[in-house]
C-alpha cells in the first residue's frame, strides 16, 4: 500500500444526505488513506435542514458548495458534485477521491473514477445500496466511526429511506478467505487473509462486526486457529472438524443402506 501521507485525496460530501455529526470522524477516517487536500460539501445552504452543518465546516475546513434546488423534487446536488469530481479528476492533481453519500446515484461517479486509474473510498450508511457499495475501492459504513446520535434532522442529514442491508456472513468470508490464501499445510499470513477480505468484499471492516482489528475478530471465532510467532508474524487457518461428525455421517449412511 502507498504512504498515505503521499496521496492527495479530494473529500467529497453529500450534505443533503449524510449527517453533520459524522464529519470530525469521517475526516479522522479518510486520513488514513490520504491527505484530504480538497475538503468540499454540497448541499443548498439556504435551507433550514443544513444548519446543523455550519459549525462543522468552519470546524474542519470545509468548503461549502452552494446548488440551489431548482426543481422540487430534483437533487441538483448529486450533479453539481459529479461535475466537480470530473473537474478535478481532469486537474491531475489527486491521486484518491472520497465520496460520501449512501445514494446509488454516486455508483457512475465512482465507476469512471476507477477507470482512470484513481483509488475511490465511499463512506456513507447501512441502507446505501450494494451498487454504490461495490463501485468504490473501500467503502466504510458511517455507523462504525461512532454514534452521531438519533437527532439526523437536526444535524442536517436526510432521515433512512430505507431498512439497513443484512451484513456478509462473517463465517463464510473468513473461511472463503483463509481457503484462498492458504499454504499446503492450511496456515495463511493474516496479511494476505485481510488484503484479500479488502480485494474480494469493498465493505469488509472488522469494525463492522464489532472488532476493532482483523486479528482480534479471527481470535473470537471457534473455527479459526491464530498463531503469533516469535517474529510477531500472525498466521490463521481453520479449525478442522471434528471427526465424530465424519463418523456420526457414516453411521447414516450404514442404517440407510440397511434399510
Not at 39 to 48: E, I, L, N, P, V
Not at 98 to 106: C, E, H, K
Request: aromatic letters at 6%; glycine letters at 8%.
Amino acid at each position: 500500500m502507498a504512504d498515505s501521507s503521499a496521496v492527495r485525496m479530494a473529500v467529497l460530501i453529500d450534505a443533503d444526505n449524510t449527517s453533520a455529526s459524522h464529519a470530525g470522524a469521517l475526516l479522522e477516517e479518510v486520513a488514513r488513506y490520504g491527505v484530504p487536500t480538497v475538503k468540499r460539501a454540497y448541499g443548498d445552504w439556504t435551507t433550514q435542514q443544513l444548519v446543523g452543518w455550519k459549525k462543522a465546516l468552519n470546524q474542519h475546513a470545509i468548503q461549502p458548495v452552494q446548488q440551489f434546488a431548482y426543481t422540487q423534487g430534483k437533487n441538483s446536488t448529486d450533479s453539481a458534485l459529479i461535475i466537480d469530481a470530473m473537474d478535478l479528476l481532469y486537474s491531475g492533481n489527486l491521486e484518491a477521491f472520497a465520496i460520501v453519500s449512501s445514494d446509488s446515484d454516486f455508483t457512475r461517479l465512482a465507476t469512471r473514477l476507477r477507470e482512470s486509474g484513481k483509488t475511490v473510498y465511499g463512506l456513507g450508511r447501512r441502507r446505501t445500496p450494494p451498487s454504490l457499495v461495490a463501485a468504490c475501492d473501500k467503502f466504510i459504513y458511517l455507523e462504525v466511526l461512532g454514534d452521531p446520535g438519533d437527532d439526523e434532522e437536526a444535524t442536517g442529514a436526510e432521515p433512512a429511506a430505507e431498512e439497513q442491508a443484512p451484513l456478509p456472513d462473517l463465517q463464510k468470508l473468513l473461511t472463503s478467505a483463509i481457503d484462498a490464501t492458504s499454504d499446503d499445510d492450511g496456515w495463511a499470513h493474516l496479511g494476505s487473509v485481510g488484503s484479500y477480505l479488502g480485494s474480494s468484499q469493498s465493505s469488509f471492516d472488522p469494525r463492522n462486526y464489532g472488532f476493532g482489528k482483523l486479528v482480534t475478530l479471527a481470535r473470537a471465532q471457534d473455527y479459526v486457529e491464530v498463531e503469533e510467532r516469535e517474529d510477531h508474524v500472525i498466521r490463521v487457518r481453520l479449525v478442522a472438524r471434528p471427526s465424530s461428525r465424519r463418523r456420526g455421517g457414516q453411521a447414516r449412511k450404514r442404517t440407510a443402506a440397511k434399510e
